[in-house]
């Protein structure tokens, strides 16, 4: 999933967060409860690495600016707890910061024991493999029913 969608999605939590140190722990569950909805990216893993080393830092520049300009209207229009709000999203997003250094620095990202566990929970729930649109969508949805939930809960 985009590092958008897993950020915002964390967010929801930030009233089950007492301190920074929970944040970080929901925001960590958070990301992988997310990442077993099928969500149309599964097949980025058939890429080969050299496609990857080309896509993904452009498409996870984007996606950081966008998940940036959401977090800050988030913030905002909230005035949500800025720490915690901060590790929430941290560890949201560090399983995948982590994922992309592995595919940054290693020769066979494929073949380390994190990226194939990282990979293993995208299937846990479901072993079809989505389209690309269809995952999109979904992850759109996710997104736009988070905002949704967050303005809900804490305005
Ligand atoms: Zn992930």
Aim: net charge positive.
């Amino acid at each position: 999933m985009f590092l958008t969608v897993h950020a915002i999605f964390a967010l929801i939590f930030i009233k089950f967060a007492p301190n920074i140190f929970w944040a970080f722990i929901i925001g960590l569950i958070s990301h992988f409860i997310l990442d077993m909805i099928p969500h149309g990216e599964e097949k980025t893993k058939n890429w080969s690495d050299e496609e990857k080393a080309k896509k993904l830092p452009g498409i996870a520049g984007i996606d950081t600016t966008i998940l940036l300009i959401v977090w800050y209207s988030i913030q905002h229009n909230l005035q949500l707890p800025i720490n915690i709000s901060f590790f929430l999203i941290f560890g949201a997003i560090l399983p995948d910061i982590i994922q992309g250094v592995y595919l940054a620095l290693t020769e066979h990202p494929g073949n380390h024991k994190y990226t194939q566990i990282h990979y293993r929970i995208h299937h846990l729930l479901s072993k079809n493999l989505l389209s690309m649109k269809i995952g999109i969508f979904i992850q759109l949805f996710t997104l736009i029913t988070s905002i949704y939930l967050i303005t809900l809960l804490y305005k």
